[in-house]
């Protein structure tokens, strides 16, 4: 055995101890794994749609807008009448003890913002076809930063279980059946040395006496 370990039974129970809690701790973490690799599964799926959406509505909006520069000229002057996104926020919620965005805006109804005199169909187009890529990007960055942090999350927490199982564990279970041992051979030795002890008086208390000569 690698480490020193005084035969007691005080180390016994110490070690016993140590044992019961590295093997909660592995269930905790077992469990901890489980539940962030299921909550993952959720958010790639939930990614995967995401990203099939947000290519066809930026697809849109891209050729809605190279049109709209075809038919109009080039249009940055009516796109620096677009009001600045300033309704994002970030806040968050725990899943096990790990931290994941939740990234909302605020709802307001579409307003056009530009003038209808010069502009045409296709840059009303491009305007709500961004305005809704707006959105489907907020909930993705919110999707693939969870799933980035739970990814590192599970990569920690399947570590710290393998440490547990792979050596604490094994480590103290060596060490109680080493201990139990130990103690089992000195009982047997105690035991084997009292009746030696024992049978040596019983033949002293049976020996005969020779009597006294005169």
Known sequence: MAEQVFATKGNLMN????????????????????????????LIDRAKELRGSIEDTYKEAYSSLQMANITMGVISSYCQSVPIE????????????????KVTAEKKPLKITY?????????????????????????????????YRLAIAIKKTQRRANALKNIIIPRHNEIVKYITNSLEE???????????????????????TLPKEK
């Open 15 to 42: 070690s016993k101890k140590a044992l019961a809690l590295a093997t909660l701790g592995y269930d905790l973490l077992d469990r901890k794994r489980n539940i962030l690799i299921r909550e993952m599964m959720s």
């Open 86 to 101: 300033d309704s994002v926020k970030i806040t968050s919620r725990s899943v096990m003890g790990v931290e994941l965005p």
């Open 115 to 147: 003038g209808f005199s010069q502009t045409n169909s296709q840059l009303d187009k491009a305007y709500i076809s961004f305005a809704k890529a707006k959105e489907i990007t907020i909930l993705l960055a919110e999707v693939e930063n969870s799933i």
């Open 186 to 208: 000195k009982e047997r030795e105690e035991f084997s040395r009292l009746k030696v002890i024992k049978a040596q008086k019983l033949r002293a208390q049976t020996k005969p």
